[in-house]
């Protein structure tokens, strides 16, 4: 059972409202509000949200009072977690169009880094009419 009494304090805490929670775990907000006060017995939603309240899953279903996250999945640098939240705030075509971009420049450097190779990355020349 997902425990709304804790998943409200910790957005109290950190002073995230339920529309800009749903927004960076990619729901709508009518979800949160069900998580909250429908006591269900669990949401497809449950590890999102707990990884963006900086907690546990368990301690928001009640399974333990420790509220302090998973630190196996927590391996992020400080400034990793800042560029994770910029990403959190963007609709989903902006999160599209910056995840095409990170792809791009990923290949753009592991390409960068690749040995040179024997073969033209260019077409062989074509004769067309007209042309010797």
Sequence with gaps: MIIGSR???LMKAKGITQGQLARRVGVSQPTIFKMIHDNKTGSVHL???ARVLETS???LSGDTEDQSPNTSDLTCT???REWLSLIHDLNAKERNAVR???IALAGASLAADA????QSVHSP????????
């Design 115 to 118: 040995p040179p190779t024997a």
């Design 78 to 80: 400080a400034e990793d």
């Design 47 to 49: 590890h999102a949200v």
């Design 7 to 9: 998943l409200q304090a």
């Design 125 to 132: 020349q074509q004769q067309f009419r007209g042309q010797r």
């Design 100 to 102: 095409q971009l990170m």
């Design 57 to 59: 899953p368990e301690y």
